[in-house]
């Protein structure tokens, strides 16, 4: 039996198959076939027809069908490595909400994807479909009752997936909650399914409150032509773009491809916002790096791009704890009011605070 099939007719999690079989078969049969059946029951195989038409003829060590191609390693799992990676559930007060930080809150009104990331985070819960009507007016009358939420962030699994008025519906209700004054959407859809951007999602998209889209791009040979139209449809209607990148051990963990990416980003009107360490997701060690090379890569960069393509580096501490920046420390304190500034060459240079005295 392909393993397709295996994964159409998997009902230990209830995971969604594949949408495009055929290719994904084709493509899967450059790896160990029985191992990769394995890695799909914890997460399911998803290639949108667009992006396995690109995938063809690449092979394994290809960056994009090492992100989306089962692979045997996803069956080592290591000591340290977690379920749920980043302590989403420790912060669900409610089904489909994750409020972590004080002002804004994570809504995931679906658990499916386009296309699932074989290092993906989330595995624990994509794959899941959509939130019931009942759970999501449950998880509006908690943004409601909650008078500190300033922003919600629509993500998942992947918002876009959703049908332009299923998304429309989520939107015009938020946009009737007083205390929310702005909305990010995070995304891979622009790159990786970007037939999805036509003119009813745009309309969809269009509300009074800022809506700013998060794209989630791991590799600058993602960003083709039809993404960049994609790309261009959605910021000319009036929707600011930011990425956010994981680090990922053969995809992009070269200054080479780092480079290429941002650059590539800016060039299409997107702010590389986040660089995301590779969290300690079950089955993902194939894919980390650590933390002292994601450091020496941000330091590289530093000294060769432009600031408008810097993201910031950042690590999620494990358990639930939030994201902090992870990158090189440029300024140290030397003493009070005294400090050592590294520039780009690594020359060292004495700082002083100089202020009016009380
Ligand atoms: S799009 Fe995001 S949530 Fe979906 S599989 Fe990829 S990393 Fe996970």
């Known amino acids: 039996m392909s393993i397709v099939r295996n994964i159409v007719h998997s009902r230990r999690r209830k995971r969604i198959a594949n949408t495009n079989g055929l290719l994904t078969a084709d493509l899967i049969k450059k790896a160990d076939e029985p191992a990769c059946t394995e890695a799909a029951l914890a997460l399911p195989i998803g290639i949108p027809a667009y992006l396995?038409?690109?995938?063809?003829?690449?092979n394994t060590n290809d960056p994009l069908i090492r992100q989306f191609v089962p692979n045997p390693s996803e069956n080592t799992l290591m000591e340290n490595e977690f379920p749920d990676p980043i302590g989403d559930r420790k912060h669900s007060p409610v089904s489909g909400i994750?409020?972590?930080y004080p002002d804004r809150v994570l809504l995931m009104p679906v658990l499916a994807c386009p296309v699932y990331c074989r290092f993906c985070f989330r595995r624990h819960s994509v794959g899941d479909g959509l939130l019931t009507d009942e759970k999501l007016n449950t998880a509006f009358s908690y943004i409601e009752e909650n008078p500190d939420i300033w922003e919600?962030?629509?993500?998942g699994g992947d918002p876009l997936i959703l049908s332009p008025s299923r998304l429309s519906k989520i939107l015009i209700r938020l946009n009737k909650i007083p205390h929310v004054r702005t909305i990010r959407i995070h995304s891979r859809v622009p790159a990786l399914d970007p037939i999805r951007i036509d003119n009813e999602m745009i309309n969809a998209l269009k509300t009074k409150k800022p809506i700013w889209l998060v794209l989630h791009s791991n590799h600058a040979d993602e960003l083709d032509s039809k993404a960049?139209?994609?790309?261009?449809?959605?910021?000319?209607n009036g929707i600011p773009m930011l990425s956010q990148t994981v680090l990922l051990k053969?995809?992009?963990d070269t200054p080479k491809d780092l480079e290429n990416l941002f650059r590539t980003l800016i060039e299409n009107r997107v702010k590389p916002y986040y660089l995301h360490h590779g969290d300690l997701a079950k089955g993902t060690s194939h894919f980390r790096t650590t933390l002292s090379s994601g450091r020496k890569l941000m330091k590289w960069?530093?000294?060769?791009l432009s600031g408008i393509a810097q993201p910031v580096y950042v690590l999620?501490?494990?358990?639930?704890?939030?994201k902090v920046p992870a990158g090189h420390c440029w300024i140290e304190s030397k003493s009070e009011g005294e400090w050592i500034a590294e520039d780009i060459?690594?020359?060292?240079?004495?700082y002083f605070d100089e202020i009016e005295p009380n």
């Not at 396995?52 to 690449?58: D, V």
């Not at 919600?152 to 993500?155: E, G, K, Q, W």
């Not at 060459?345 to 004495?350: F, L, P, R």
Request: no cysteine; hydrophobic share 35%.
């Open 301 to 304: 960069l530093r000294r060769r």
């Open 250 to 252: 053969g995809v992009n």
């Open 228 to 236: 960049s139209v994609a790309i261009a449809k959605l910021i000319d």
């Open 152 to 155: 919600v962030i629509l993500t």
């Open 345 to 350: 060459s690594g020359k060292k240079h004495k």
């Open 98 to 100: 994750i409020h972590r």
């Open 316 to 322: 999620d501490i494990p358990g639930g704890h939030g």
């Open 52 to 58: 396995a038409s690109r995938l063809q003829g690449r």
